[in-house]
T-cell receptor, first 115, second 116 residues
């Protein structure tokens, strides 16, 4: 297993279009996180899953955002009716509990540009 | 709500020298986890080091060590014998240990430049 992968790596879209990103975590990892990172900022938490259950969702995540993790494997993040403010890097991370805490393994990210 | 603050947007260090990156955080919890992550240019973020708040001993990983001051809510990262490959964005992060709450909170990052 080579790590967390994300697809696509880059996405350019026009305002108002819908986009969907995919994250494939490390196979034995049961927790999966989505973050948004804008230029010069740290990752901002969006949501996370424990297996297939979405356990927490940030207030940053408007109704236009939805995430799924069917069968507790890969996850998708969909943004409907994109806005220019959605332009950012979207990061996925997966973890497995080892000892007292877990360690996050990040994917390369999907860079979204909304024109 | 917990917050993480990195007050140094950018730092520079001469190759082979030592540099310290600062991080402060705010929380009302007595137990938690702290992390330093490294994000090289156009590459994936990776864990550098982590510290459990209940441990008094500062964590070390090869050339990387932390100075954890719980009372001051300070968590600085020291990089010894800096190498060109250490050039990256460094993020400090906090995680609550409360069962069912696994959200990580990141600081805004410090860009480290290593001068040859």
């Amino acid at each position: 297993d080579t790590g967390v992968s994300q697809d696509p790596r880059h996405k350019i879209t026009k305002r108002g279009q819908n986009v969907t990103f995919r994250c494939d975590p490390i196979s034995e990892h049961n927790r999966l996180y989505w973050y948004r990172q804008t230029l010069g900022q740290g990752p901002e938490f969006l949501t996370y899953f424990q297996n297939e259950a979405q356990l927490e969702k940030s207030r940053l995540l408007s109704d236009r955002f939805s995430a799924e993790r069917p069968k507790g494997s890969f996850s998708t993040l969909e943004i409907q009716r994109t806005e220019q403010g959605d332009s950012a890097m979207y990061l996925c991370a997966s973890t497995v509990e080892v000892g007292p805490t877990d360690t996050q393994y990040f994917g390369p990210g999907t860079r979204l540009t909304v024109l | 709500a917990q917050t993480v603050t990195q007050s140094q947007p950018e730092m520079s260090v001469q190759e082979a020298e030592t540099v310290t990156l600062s991080c402060t955080y705010d929380t009302s919890e007595s137990d938690y986890y702290l992390f330093w992550y490294k994000q090289p240019p156009s590459r994936q973020m990776i864990l550098v080091i982590r510290q459990e708040a209940y441990k008094q001993q500062n964590a070390t990983e090869n050339r990387f060590s932390v100075n954890f001051q719980k009372a001051a809510k300070s968590f600085s990262l020291k990089i010894s014998d800096s190498q060109l490959g250490d050039a990256a964005m460094y993020f400090c992060a906090y995680r609550s240990p409360v069962s069912g709450t696994y959200k990580y909170i990141f600081g805004t990052g410090t860009r480290l430049k290593v001068l040859a």
